[in-house]
Each structure stands twice: as structure tokens, then as C-alpha cells.
């Protein structure tokens, strides 16, 4: 299994970006997907996720500026990010499981090896 992200960047406070995880060695359409976020410092921390149904949840603090979405096409798994804020500002994490959205949630399954995302005020 292998996941890459990419998209990642430096943006001003009410910007947007979209970042990209790549998927392969496994059956994209039957794994749970998620994104994680961790700044310095801080624990990580659930962004987005869609289960194998392609239902998606979000964090509070995400909610109305993020969308998640996935082309099984393409194996890709992306995160559109609108209205930036500096508090974004954390290195994203694609992940996947093919069991459950719990099992990312406690840290297993599969990990990308990140994006950075730098919002400045």
C-alpha cells in the first residue's frame, strides 16, 4: 500500500489549495479514506474522512470551508480547502484503512508521508 499526497503549499489567509493522495497497491473503492492534520506542537488531528460508501464526516472546526472528495478512477483521494485560516497550518496526512474509520482514528492502517500547509495572516 502506498499513499502520497501532494499540493501542499504557502497561501494567505482566505486563500484555497487542493491537495491530492494517490493510492495504489490496494483496492482503492473498498477502503475507508481520511484526512489528518498535525501542527508543531500539537496532537494530530481528524480533518475529513469517507467511508466505503463515499459518506463523509468532518471536524467542527473544518466544516463549511473543506470538502472531501475521491475519484476511483484515478485512486485519489483529495481535500479541497477554502477560506484558509492560519490555524490550518499543519502538515496534512492521507490515510487509509480497510477495515474502519476507527482504526485511523487510533492510528493505524495506512499513512502518506505528508504535505505541509503553511497559511500566513
Known amino acids: 500500500v502506498h499513499l502520497v499526497e501532494s499540493g501542499g503549499g504557502l497561501v494567505q489567509a482566505g486563500g484555497s489549495l487542493t491537495l491530492s493522495c494517490v493510492a495504489s497497491?490496494?483496492?482503492?473503492?473498498?477502503?475507508?479514506m481520511a484526512w489528518f492534520r498535525q501542527a508543531t506542537g500539537k496532537e494530530r488531528e481528524l480533518v475529513a474522512d469517507m467511508d466505503i460508501d463515499d459518506r463523509t464526516n468532518y471536524a467542527d472546526s473544518v466544516k463549511g470551508r473543506f470538502t472531501v472528495s475521491q475519484d476511483h478512477a484515478r485512486n485519489t483521494l483529495y481535500l479541497q480547502m477554502n477560506s484558509l485560516k492560519p490555524e490550518d497550518t499543519a502538515t496534512y496526512y492521507c490515510?487509509?484503512?480497510?477495515?474502519?474509520?476507527?482504526?485511523?482514528?487510533?492510528?493505524?492502517?495506512?499513512w502518506g508521508q505528508g504535505t505541509q500547509v503553511t497559511v500566513s495572516s
Open positions: 490515510a487509509a484503512s480497510e477495515f474502519s474509520l476507527t482504526t485511523m482514528y487510533q492510528g493505524g492502517g495506512y
Open positions: 497497491g490496494f483496492t482503492y473503492s473498498s477502503y475507508f
